[in-house]
């Protein structure tokens, strides 16, 4: 019960935090190569993990097959567009469009229109039926957001951008529901491995045409890098990965509602962004429809 809990409270306290070291790291770097440098570190560190993991398993059932998941090509390659969907287009996207000028505020509003896409389009790909507890919860969840940032929604939309973000919300998107459909076909660590590889190499072709890399190796960078590799890609992402597996896709996709606004609090503690009344009660409103969306499972 408690690991029921506490799991996705950990995912979206991690998640969250993914945003504001990516506000320290791309004032160090540009952001599609700090993305190719973390998405290569991360693919060696899933490798390491995985030997690790077979190499305990052989020791303790040195009988018994270490894996009897489905691999078979089409697996893997569908694996692989997983990857570069969630990894490479959804935060590439979002990246991109902070980078020609578009606010956080709007590109986290857009984003966070995810669960609702996401349980809508798996009514008729899962025959996921939502109570009406739950599609209140959307609709509250929702509403907790719009209150959370629309303190920060002034100021100009470049188009670009706009496009660049909402690129991004399909891309999750469809990345989520694909990893829904075939995430018991292949383990979770030989899984991770291909997306993030498939990540990397998505993240290469981008920086050999549509970018100049830089990159200056300094402790804020360093340590923005660090955490989003060790906690963001090798946390989050396992454990959303396992939430995704384990829960209907309304309950999974409504815990992104919780991200804009833990993400305001977490700046506000870090770099003293103001947060409002008006924010805490978007927070609180958000909170009441993350719950009932998870309380009741879909018929």
Known sequence: ??????????????WSSAFV?????????????????????????????????????RRRSPHNQHDSADTTPSVILLTALVGVLLHGIYLGSVFFALSVGLSAGISAL?????????????????????RMQQIAGIAIGLLGVVLVLWPKLG????????????????????????????????????????QTVAASLFFIVICSTVETPR????????????????????GAYLILMVLIQRDS??????????????????AAIGFN?????????GFAVTSAGVYLVTRYKSA
């Open 1 to 14: 019960m408690l690991f029921r809990v506490f799991l996705p409270l950990i995912f979206v306290g991690l």
């Open 21 to 57: 070291t990516a506000k320290v790291g791309v004032v160090y770097a540009t952001p599609f190569a700090m993305l190719l440098v973390r998405f290569t570190l991360v693919s060696l560190l899933f490798l390491v993990m995985l030997l690790a993991a077979r190499w305990w398993q």
């Open 110 to 130: 857009i984003v966070s229109l995810q669960p609702i896409l996401a349980s809508v389009l798996a009514i008729s790909l899962f025959s996921e039926r939502l």
């Open 155 to 194: 100021g100009s939309m470049p188009v670009l951008g706009l496009i660049s973000v909402t690129i991004g919300l399909a891309a999750v998107t469809g990345g989520t529901l694909l990893q829904k459909k075939i995430g018991k076909q292949i383990g979770l660590l030989p899984g991770n491995i291909i």
């Open 215 to 234: 990159i200056s190796w300094e402790i804020p960078f360093i340590i923005a890098l660090a955490w989003q590799i060790v906690l963001v890609s090798a």
């Open 249 to 266: 896709m309304a309950a999974t996709s409504s815990l992104m509602f919780l991200v804009p606004p833990v993400t305001a609090v977490i």
């Open 273 to 281: 962004e103001p947060l409002t009344l008006f924010s805490l009660t």
